[in-house]
């Protein structure tokens, strides 16, 4: 059994900054890619981030220059480091792996941007 547990979410003002980290945990042979969505009310989910086993990377035109994708292989943990966060950016936000050839989802982390 595995599974993905996220931190880090909250709420911030514009322009703040705000960090989510996901660790994966169980019966865990091979981790390949990571990543995460988020989903907005009445919208659809959308990748924002993903970073391969490799420490290839690729973000959603919306948060690049202001998004950064990272993990730490040792600790089985993906982290996305938030900055210069703006009211379009709040959402829901999902970790999303690719463990044992299987395909995994978090519980969701609540992020709003608000004054």
């Known amino acids: 059994q595995v599974q993905l547990v996220e931190s880090g979410g909250g709420l911030v003002q514009p322009g703040g900054s705000l960090r989510l980290s996901c660790t994966a945990s169980?019966?865990?042979?091979?981790?390949?890619?990571m990543g995460w969505y988020r989903q907005a009310p009445g919208k659809e989910r959308e990748l924002v981030a993903r970073i391969t086993s490799g420490d290839s990377t690729n973000y959603a035109d919306s948060v690049k220059g202001r998004f950064t994708i990272s993990r730490d292989n040792a600790k089985n943990t993906v982290y996305l480091q938030m900055n210069s966060l703006k009211p379009e950016d709040t959402a829901v936000y999902f970790c999303?792996?690719?463990?044992?050839?299987?395909?995994?989802w978090g519980q969701g982390t609540q992020v709003t941007v608000s004054s």
């Open positions: 999303h792996a690719y463990i044992n050839n299987n395909y995994y």
């Open positions: 169980g019966s865990i042979f091979s981790i390949n890619a």
